[in-house]
């Protein structure tokens, strides 16, 4: 945890500059008549934001914050495993939306987390794989009219039978 | 005699079938998200937010305001049945719920918490009653200075009041605020802060982004990271006539922590950023400190249950008086309402109470029909919540993540916005391992479209000179306090260097 601490203060007043910068393409001073430019109010926070994590590096130098004294790891085998099934199985379902459309996609997370993280039984998985995104098609698109991605072109067959009930 | 028919009203309105109806389902929801340990009211808002697009605005809040109620219920549940609190406003309920349960006096413990709750937030919706319709009336006046003035004294209570790191606490607020200034110049209209020269960044970044990635995606990861061990359950013995000798029991020697919790917890709530975690807590160390036999407390003493019960259900409604008569929210939760009242078109603020009085009070009635919804579901369907409690995590959470990414893209409609929801859940995750609290950065992005216009406006109205902010009568006790409270934490870290010293030398 202390490197980790020190190692994000420092990630963070690299991002605080950043955006000091990044606001300096609109005026940061008082314009007479027109008040505080269009950078000002980005640039001062951000620098603030810096100020901070300076402030974090030197209680992390003087040992005075949690993190800053443990020599536990930021996480253990279990919690990378963890997070990484977990954490990766999120970013995988996101990069399905825009193949297999938002409704396949949450069919095959469910299907993931279910039977492959939760063990649970594969009527139960397989079950709730179907009906969920079913029910999420049936509230969005007849019931809230909003349409979500249908993905690549070869779903649309599915999509027709889907559509062809609510309209 | 107008409030009270503005109120008659409102309650006719809230009791319409539609409203009625939407009160059960979300008194429901907020005590089931409640008791799941990991979940509150702040995730479940955040999360539902999206879908109640499909009702008129009025609606909609009634039923987000409901489920705020119910979660404030809900939190004991898991706390006397489990000894994890649902939420963390319902924390100082474990400490002597859980020993009530382990005694075999869950039941007791229960009832007490569902009592204490109920009168709290009737106590709380009188004073709410009573207190808005002035503070709006007050707060019409206000202008950018002293709407500049609140939302520094909302970043102070933070700083002041929170108990959390100063420094890690000061960049969450700025990071929340910069957030909100992505985009475009609200003033020159030019793009700004456009990050790494992405497009999708000139839209912005909507506050609901960054609620259900924090509340949504970091919290769950962080929950299923934390919960590995197995947890003891007690389950209460539930009949009618063992809840009517709890509920005599409760009321004789809960009513003085019911009494404390009620009107500290209103007043905490209040303050802006303060919400009903520290009022729980307050309440609970206020109530120990007044009680004849301190010793008990932590054993099982259903003042101790009473006294955070009451203040959290009463902090609740309390946290909604700034949100509806300012346009400040009193927590993270209504930061997150008022949020939502930008996406259904009104401008929260004490206009509202002229410009749209069947909203306003329709949302008041709708607070006393909510209390009574969720005392008697919470009563009715005890044994139920339990058995939903031992639902696998490895069910909700995976539901909880689809709800999060579908429901983020119905309000956006845009995969970047989606991208940036996974992004923010992660980067909340690991930030929350180093102790950096989020909420403050939630409360920004929502308060910082507002307060940067009022700066600019104050500035330009005194030609540059901040001293404006401190020569306006209203706007001038208001930023001393903000001071003052931005200033405490370093008033104690030098009291604390001072002591050491002292102590070095002794």
């Avoid at chain 1, 027109?34 to 300076?54: D, K, V, Y």
């Avoid at chain 2, 609970?284 to 054993?299: D, L, N, T």
């Avoid at chain 2, 309000?411 to 995750?429: E, H, K, N, S, Y």
């Avoid at chain 2, 409360?443 to 104050?458: K, N």
């Amino acid at each position: 945890m202390r490197n980790g601490e020190i190692v994000t203060a420092g990630v963070l007043a690299l991002f605080s500059i950043y955006l000091m910068w990044k606001s300096t393409e609109l005026p940061v001073g008082y314009i007479p008549d027109r008040g505080p430019g269009g950078g000002a109010w980005p640039f001062w926070l951000s620098a603030i934001m810096l100020i901070c994590c300076g402030i974090t590096a030197f209680n992390w130098w003087r040992r005075t914050t949690p993190p800053s004294q443990s020599d536990e790891p930021f996480l253990d085998g279990y919690g990378w495993r963890m997070v990484g099934l977990v954490g990766g199985g999120v970013i995988v379902f996101v990069a399905l939306i825009q193949i297999i459309s938002m409704y396949g996609a949450i069919a095959v997370f469910l299907l993931y987390y279910l039977r492959g993280l939760g063990r649970h039984s594969w009527k139960l998985s397989l079950t709730t794989a179907i009906t969920t995104p079913l029910a999420f098609f049936f509230f969005f698109e007849g019931a809230m009219r909003i349409t979500m991605p249908t993905g690549l072109p070869f779903t649309d067959p599915v999509f027709d039978v889907l559509y062809e009930i609510i309209y | 005699m107008e409030v009270l028919s503005l109120l008659a009203n409102g309650m006719w309105l809230a009791l319409q079938p539609l409203n009625l109806m939407l009160i059960l389902i979300g008194v429901s929801i907020g005590l089931f998200i409640g008791a799941m340990p990991g979940l509150g009211s702040v995730n479940g808002v955040a999360i539902l937010l999206p879908i109640t697009f499909l009702v008129p605005p009025s609606g909609a809040i009634i039923f987000l305001a409901a489920i705020y109620y119910g979660a404030m219920y809900g939190g004991a549940i898991s706390s006397v049945t489990l000894g994890i609190p649902g939420a963390s406003t319902a924390v100082a309920t474990t400490f002597d719920g859980r020993p009530l349960a382990r005694q075999g006096r869950a039941s007791l413990a229960l009832v007490t918490a569902a009592l204490a709750s109920f009168v709290g937030g009737t106590v709380a919706n009188v004073f709410f009653t009573a207190f808005a319709p002035l503070l709006a009336d007050v707060a019409l006046s206000f202008g950018p200075p002293e709407i500049f003035a609140l939302m520094l004294l909302a970043f102070a209570t933070f700083v002041g009041l929170g108990g959390d790191d100063i420094p890690k606490t000061i960049f969450s607020i700025c990071f929340g605020l910069v957030l909100g200034a992505i985009g475009f110049d609200q003033i020159s209209g030019a793009p700004r802060l456009v990050l790494f020269d992405i497009m999708g960044f000139l839209q912005g970044i909507g506050f609901l982004v960054l609620a259900i990635g924090v509340y949504g995606i970091g919290e769950m990861l962080w929950t299923i990271e934390q919960s590995r061990g197995e947890v003891e359950s007690t389950t209460p013995k539930m009949t009618a006539r063992g809840m009517a000798k709890d509920t005599a029991e409760a009321t004789r020697r809960g009513w003085k922590g019911t009494t404390i919790g009620s009107v500290l917890g209103f007043f905490v709530g209040i303050l802006p950023a303060a919400g009903a975690t520290p009022a729980s807590l307050m309440s609970y160390g206020v109530a120990k400190m007044v009680s004849r036999v301190p010793g008990e407390f932590g054993k099982g003493n259903p003042d101790g249950v009473a006294a955070p019960e009451a203040a959290n259900n009463s902090a609740s409604t309390g946290s909604m008086l700034p949100m509806l008569t300012l346009g400040i929210p009193g927590s993270p939760t209504t930061a997150i309402l008022l949020g939502g009242m930008v996406i259904w078109g009104l401008v929260p603020g004490p206009l509202l109470f002229v410009q749209e009085p069947d909203f306003v009070w329709g949302l008041i009635g709708s607070f006393y029909i909510s209390n009574l919804a969720a005392v008697l579901i919470n009563l009715a369907f005890i044994p139920v919540f339990i058995w939903m409690l031992r639902m696998p995590f490895t069910i909700l959470a995976p539901m909880i993540f689809v709800l999060s990414i579908a429901g983020g893209y119905a309000a956006t409609r845009d995969m970047f916005d989606i991208w940036l929801i996974v992004i923010f859940g992660l980067g909340a995750f690991v930030l929350r391992r180093f102790d950096y609290p989020l909420a403050p950065a939630v409360l920004a992005i929502v308060l910082g479209p507002i307060a940067e216009p009022t700066l600019r406006q104050s500035l330009l109205l005194s030609s540059g000179d901040p001293s404006i902010f401190f020569t306006r009568p209203v706007a001038g006790p208001i930023t001393v306090v903000a001071l003052i409270l931005l200033a405490l934490p370093a008033v104690k870290l030098l009291r604390r260097g001072r002591g050491k010293v002292a102590t070095e030398k002794s």
